[in-house]
């Protein structure tokens, strides 16, 4: 059975790609805050490894996230009643636009934020285009949690995507880092590659 995808107004099959209203003509029609992902991590009451880097994830996972409202909420029923609206959870943190697969046209970079229900936290980043008005999953990227290579901001620029993260080699207490890495990567031959040499600097304290 195809798996109905809401996208703001629109109808996406998600299993099959296929809309079953006109075809997206812009990235920017989709509410992200109100999504269906593809996820294979832990839903929000399981627990899992912290990550302690950032890494890119690729391929298809079978496992799905629903944000509503930008947060998930899933499987709620199964928490302490007085944790429940509260933590963990999976919130949606932003989402950035450019054109990174250097087609015209915008993509998507949308963040999420893992809240363990413990002092850890981490970043989800998912990279979405539009082929012909369907949407398109090019790839994943799971952060490392606060100082450890935590993500702290996205931007597309000249048609890369720029990423900083927390630089845990100047560690200021397990919460977070007084400086950053600069990271910038373009998407090549079907992934993202990282170019360019890593700056660092300075968090303002």
Not at 81 to 97: A, D
Request: hydrophobic share 40%.
């Amino acid at each position: 059975m195809k798996k109905l995808l809401r996208v703001g107004p629109l109808l996406f099959l998600l299993a099959g790609g296929l809309c079953a209203a006109n075809a997206l003509q812009t990235i920017r029609q989709i509410d992200f805050r109100n999504f269906t992902f593809p996820w294979d991590g832990s839903f929000p009451d399981d627990g899992l490894d912290v990550p302690s880097e950032w890494h890119w994830m690729y391929g298809s996972p079978q496992s799905k996230l629903e944000l509503v409202n930008g947060r998930s909420d899933i499987n709620e029923e199964n928490l302490p009643q007085g944790v429940r609206g509260s933590l963990p959870l999976v919130t949606f943190e932003s989402v950035t636009y450019g054109d990174l697969s250097a087609d015209g046209a915008e993509d998507a970079a949308v963040n999420l934020t893992y809240h363990s229900g413990g002092t850890a936290n981490w970043s989800y980043l998912y990279i979405y285009k539009l082929e012909q008005g369907r949407l398109k999953l090019l790839s994943r990227l799971e952060s490392g949690s606060r100082a450890d290579g935590g993500l702290i901001a996205v931007s597309i620029e000249h048609g890369m995507l720029v990423l900083e993260f927390q630089d845990a080699a100047r560690e200021d207490g397990a919460c977070c880092s007084a400086g950053f890495i600069r990271v910038r990567y373009r998407w090549r031959q079907g992934r993202f590659v990282e170019v360019g040499p890593r700056e660092h600097g300075d968090l303002k304290q």
